[in-house]
């Protein structure tokens, strides 16, 4: 009574979804934890700056695993067009939430270029960001 390839493949998806989970949960704690520090030196605008972006990445990362993982479960049953259809759907989703987040956190669309460091990026980890 072995694990036959669908169960395998059905169980990497689980454990891909729950990773998405975690990595949501884990970045939302740690984009938690740099805004009190950064609002405790810095203020309340510049700290929900850095909060926001690091919540928006953190949502970014885990949706990327929920979206890997669906996939993952889908072709490892025997899919119907049903099944299909709706992962097509769920993925149309997740992916214009995504973009929309990416808009949200770096302000340019992933396409564009990026024009030069933006000060989260010159953040310390852990720390506000460096005066200036």
Same mark, same amino acid.
């Given at each position: 009574m072995g694990l036959d390839f669908e169960d395998i493949v059905s169980d990497?998806?689980?454990?891909?979804?729950?990773?998405? =989970? =975690?990595?949501?949960?884990?970045?939302?704690?740690?984009?938690?934890?740099?805004? =009190?520090?950064?609002?405790?030196? =810095?203020?309340?605008?510049?700290?929900?700056?850095?909060?926001?972006?690091?919540?928006?990445?953190?949502?970014?990362?885990g949706l990327e695993f929920l979206v890997a993982g669906d996939i993952i479960r889908t072709v490892a049953t025997s899919p119907n067009l049903e099944d299909v259809a709706v992962l097509g759907g769920i993925v149309l989703i997740r992916s214009f939430l995504s973009?929309?987040?990416?808009?949200?956190?770096?302000?340019r669309w992933p396409w564009q270029r990026r024009a030069g460091p933006t000060r989260d990026d010159a953040a310390p980890v852990g720390g506000p960001p460096p005066p200036g």
């Open positions: 990497v998806g689980s454990a891909m979804e729950a990773a998405g =989970v =975690v990595v949501i949960v884990l970045g939302a704690a740690i984009a938690t934890a740099r805004f =009190v520090a950064a609002w405790r030196a =810095v203020g309340g605008t510049e700290g929900y700056t850095i909060y926001r972006r690091g919540l928006g990445r953190a949502l970014l990362l973009l929309t987040l990416e808009m949200e956190t770096e302000g």
